[in-house]
């Protein structure tokens, strides 16, 4: 059963674009750059300044547990001495539907919005945010729901029941290609008219850069960001919000004998799934949601079926990737061309990126997928053009600072080895484990291992090592589920260096736990 489905990247593009008007004649006559924006919170442009990480967030409660919302409450006593947050995507779960936008976002961080106080008020298209709160696209807040699924789904809660996804998060509606997640966040000027766009560009797209004009972001008045990604500046430190949906796409399988025992191997993986799959939902159809022990069992089987539809997205793309592969080149080049801008610009002191799908990670679902792999090459190749660029400026420095993720469903902490290339000696924190259901670490330990098929021999060295992971883990015959965001704290100096504070809440059984963990210097 084919439960979710997943845009063509072109189409991703292109209805992103007619969102946001890219390029209308209006915005070009005005020199706006629709891909930067100042964040203008009124306050002391400090070297020393401190923000949160939070990802993977989504859910609504499962069998009266909410972890979004503690999470939420870990966050706030550092609210006041933090300048923003960054999401780093899977906004909402499971299909991106604005449907839930009440319930898994609005509800749980209601403090951080204009009118939180009744936030059964705030439509999801009309937030303002008092704390500025930035985020960026993830996978399930551009699926969308096969139709003829959808009109069963969406239905009753009988014919849920009979589907057997018992109290899954999809509906009527799926994101709409990433429509929902469009008119919760971004500049939607698609919905202005043609005599109103004039007057919206004159009044928000009014702060300069050496670029030219560009939004400006304003927390409690016009909290909009410009586009799926883009960059902003902030106590020194360049930051650039990434859509890594569009450069995700696997290497083509070759068409040679080796591509096509690679090819049965993934079909024969997808049939055993699916097989995998029924027995789930088999012993699920046995259990009862009202009955406690039930209900946690159903909760580990619900997120068993998660990973499998993750894994079925993963074989697909690469069964597809000997068609002709889509990778948005657009995106890159504009990262290729800031960050050597950002190179040399002398009030730049360090350059922090996040986005969703980590190039690096340990968790155990996603460290060997596909889509992993061709997100390190696709910003591998990045930097590499980059370092070619400003190597003198550089020197001894890795070409960013920091790498922001989610989509793990965790809390780690991972620095680049010697890769051979200028993605090395780089430090990596995925901020993943903020409301879905965490996930373990691999068996195969903490070093990354990496073929490098395109040298002569294939050699296999180490490319990162894992310092930190806080994920699912079993102790005393029982399940430990922590859920977590992060604190930085950005410090003076050049090259700038972070003090990472993680924030985590545990659940053992039905009991919460607040864990303190000390806070490690990088």
Known sequence: MKLISDPPIPVRIQKMKERVRWRHPSILQRGIDQTCMVLDD???????FSFMVIGDSGSKPHFKQHPQRKVAELMLPHRDDCRFVLHTGDVIYVVGSHEYYPTNFIEPYREFLVGGDNPKNIPYNRMVFNLPFLPVLGNHDYYDVPFMYR??????????RMLRYKDFEIGW?????????????????????????ERHLDQHYTAKTDMGRCLRYQPGHFTRIPNRYYTFRYGGIDFFALDSNTFNTPSPLPATQAGDISRRELQKRRQEIDEEELQILAMSDRLNPDNPADAEQLDSLSAKLDQINEIKIDIE??????KMSAIDFEQLDWLKNRLIESWNTAEVRGRIIFFHHPPYVTEATKWHQAQTLAVRHRLRWVFEAVAETVGLIAKERPIVDLILNGHAHCLEYLRTADTGFADSNINCIISGGSGHRPRRQREEGTELMETFTEIAGQPTRKVADSHLYIGRYDYNSQKHLPYSAVRIDVQDGRPPKFIVRPLVAERVDQQWYNRELEPFVI
């Open 317 to 322: 793309k690469q069964l597809a990737s000997n």
């Open 173 to 197: 509606h799926g994101s709409n290609q990433g429509d929902a997640y469009s008119r919760a966040f971004l500049d939607y000027m698609a919905a202005i008219s043609p005599k109103e766009l």
């Open 151 to 160: 009109l069963l789904t969406g239905s009753t809660l009988r014919l849920r």
């Open 42 to 48: 009124r306050k002391e442009d400090s070297p020393e």
